[in-house]
């Protein structure tokens, strides 16, 4: 019989732990078991998996006993708190929160870019910020080619980028509007109905927010570039799932617009979305539920000679968090990379 593995979902009552859950199922991850953890408010709440009801557990200090691998996601602060407490259980730590991307001890992986990357895990993998996932599926083909020497960036994020909870804000606030009455914020800073407003991350010293630094500095480490030119200017938009974004490479050659959809036409998690005669390309509302991030529009940029322009959508609660995480998870089992690179050592 195959090997099958013990597996915790910190967060399992979230947007994305509803994700893992269905992703789980759908590819038939080789599961000995699944635990269900959550915080206290959640404990006993049952959840459906492949047809079984599963009970969730409020974490404690015991939840990661007997567990191969953990899927965390529920928030920074809470895979701080925990994530030291599963590896010391011998489990390696899935994190999709932003606790631990920058470390330098700890990759950052997307399956598609940096595989390799994964097997030199001490106890914790990072899943990169939702939009530079997207966004490194869809221009690293290209950066394989020829080398990207600069990224300008612009990102219309949807609602389920900041949980489950505002993608219902929204949607009262939708139905507050069209009765004729004020919109309550309480997730968001501002109402997003009807609305839009620069990324609500925390804004650093440089003028740039939190979430276009993660662009910025998660790409550079995902794609091996420290000095990488990219710039981004992120903007939440009143779309419930998926994010869309706007991305202007450069190159030190031209790169040619028929070379550039040949390649992303047979790239991995890519899907070229392009009827030029329907006007029809990527939209957000296609993008939901699907696996690959979807590229259109691929056109040269007529302001520089070495420019293309594209765009691309990409469903942020499945490829832009839950779906790269079982990806690394399964990658993990399929390399026999589950043991810590220190172990081995
Ligand atoms: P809970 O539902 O019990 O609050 P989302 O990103 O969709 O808002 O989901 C966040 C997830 O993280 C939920 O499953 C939530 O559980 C979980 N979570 C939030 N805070 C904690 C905490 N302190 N301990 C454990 N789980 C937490």
């Known amino acids: 019989m195959a ?42 709440q049952q959840l459906d998996f492949g047809g079984d009801r599963l009970t969730v557990q409020a974490v404690s200090e015991d939840s990661f006993q007997d567990i191969d691998i953990v899927l965390a996601s529920a928030g920074a602060s809470t895979s701080k708190a925990w994530a030291p407490a599963a590896i ?20 950052l992986v997307v399956p598609e870019v940096n595989p390799e990357a994964a097997a030199t895990h001490r ?99 995902i794609f091996g570039v420290p000095d990488l030119r990219i710039t981004a200017t992120c903007v939440r938009v009143p779309v419930l799932r998926a994010h869309s974004e ?26 070229l979305v392009e009827d030029w005669s329907a006007n029809y390309f990527p939209m957000p509302m296609d993008a939901s539920g699907q696996d690959e991030v979807l590229v259109g529009r691929i056109r040269q940029d007529l302001s520089h000679p070495n420019g293309l322009e594209l765009w691309l959508c990409g469903d942020q609660i499945r490829k832009g968090a839950a779906l790269n995480a079982v990806q690394i998870a399964e990658l993990l089992v399929q390399k026999s990379w589950l043991k810590p690179l220190a172990a081995i050592a």
């Open 123 to 221: 106890g914790i993998i990072a899943n990169p910020n939702c939009t530079t996932i997207l966004m490194a599926v869809a221009i690293y083909p290209l950066h394989q080619v020829q080398p990207i020497q600069r990224i300008v960036a612009a990102t219309y994020q949807s609602a389920s980028g900041a949980g489950a909870r505002a993608m219902e804000e929204m949607k009262t606030q939708a139905i507050a509007i069209l009765q004729g009455e004020a919109p309550q914020t309480e997730i968001f800073p501002y109402p997003l109905a009807f609305n839009l407003f620069p990324h609500n991350s925390k804004l650093t010293e440089q003028g740039y927010c939190e979430e276009e630094l993660k662009m910025v500095n998660e790409t550079r480490k």
């Open 88 to 107: 010391a259980a011998g489990a390696v730590v899935i994190d999709n929160s932003s606790a631990f991307r920058m470390d330098f001890t700890v990759p």
């Open 246 to 271: 706007a991305i202007n490479l450069e190159f030190e050659q031209p790169f040619s617009v028929a070379q550039a959809r040949a390649i992303l036409a047979s790239s991995p998690g890519v899907k």
């Open 3 to 44: 090997e099958s593995y013990r597996v915790a979902i910190l967060g399992a009552t979230g947007a994305v732990g509803a994700e893992l859950l269905e992703l789980l199922a759908q590819r038939q991850f080789p599961l000995a078991e699944l635990r269900l953890l959550a915080s206290p408010r959640s404990a006993g």
